[in-house]
Antibody, heavy 124, light 109 residues
């Protein structure tokens, strides 16, 4: 079964740090670009960061640039998000999501597999 | 960066057809993808590309696009279709980012 499982969320004080993990199974993780998407309580979805299959290309939303770092370990089928200098507005459920590809390896420009999410609360 | 605009709420009578729209400049360059999200659950991809459904998505879901507007149509809405729907596309403003619409709450009456 194709699956993504996030972990590492929790309660952290403003200015603190947290590292999220996403464990992938059921597919060839090293062949896919991966993303983090977050959702603040009662709000919509917000793309946070993406990383290409070989980590050659990494991008961030302006709201987290300079504070968050995305990385991956293809040998461990895992995706990570290191979050530093956390703010109250970073409070959200964080999802990892796979960017789908077609049979030729071209992007489908869509997130076809999502994890169940992990909650991050930034509060004093 | 680009923005995608959705109506906050739409309602449909059981068994009728409903269209949910998404507007944005990036849709002139990229197809929208559509996600269904029920309370307490992760989003699920329902439409991607020109009009493609992932395995397991009922054929009552379809997508279309014209100019800067993408649409998700549910033909014969069912009670289980009540959910939030989000559109999404690549950012076309020169940034290699992604952008989501604000979401549409669909109520099935």
């Amino acid at each position: 079964e194709v699956q993504l499982v996030e972990s590492g969320g929790g309660l952290v004080k403003p200015g603190g740090s947290l590292r999220l993990s996403c464990a992938a199974s059921g597919f060839t993780f090293s062949s896919y670009s991966m993303n983090w998407v977050r959702q603040a309580p009662g709000k919509g979805l917000e793309w946070v960061s993406s990383i290409s299959s070989s980590s050659s290309y990494i991008y961030y939303a302006d709201s987290v640039k300079g504070r968050f770092t995305i990385s991956r370990d293809n040998a461990k089928n895992s995706l990570y998000l290191q979050m530093n200098s956390l703010r109250a507005e970073d409070t959200a459920v964080y999802y990892c999501a796979r960017e789908g590809v077609d049979s030729y390896g071209y992007s489908r420009h869509a997130f076809d597999i999502w994890g169940q999410g992990t909650m991050v609360t930034v509060s004093s | 960066s680009s923005e995608l605009t959705q109506d906050p709420a739409v309602s449909v009578a059981l068994g009728q057809t409903v269209r949910i729209t998404c507007q944005g400049d990036s849709l002139r360059s990229y197809y929208a993808s559509w996600y269904q999200q029920k309370p307490g659950q992760a989003p699920v991809l329902v439409i991607y590309g020109k009009n493609n459904r992932p395995s397991g998505i009922p054929d009552r879901f379809s997508g279309s696009s014209s100019g800067n507007t993408a649409s998700l149509t549910i033909t014969g809405a069912q009670a289980e279709d009540e959910a939030d729907y989000y559109c999404n596309s690549r950012d076309s403003s020169g940034n290699p980012d992604w952008v989501f619409g604000g979401g549409t709450k669909l109520t099935v009456l």
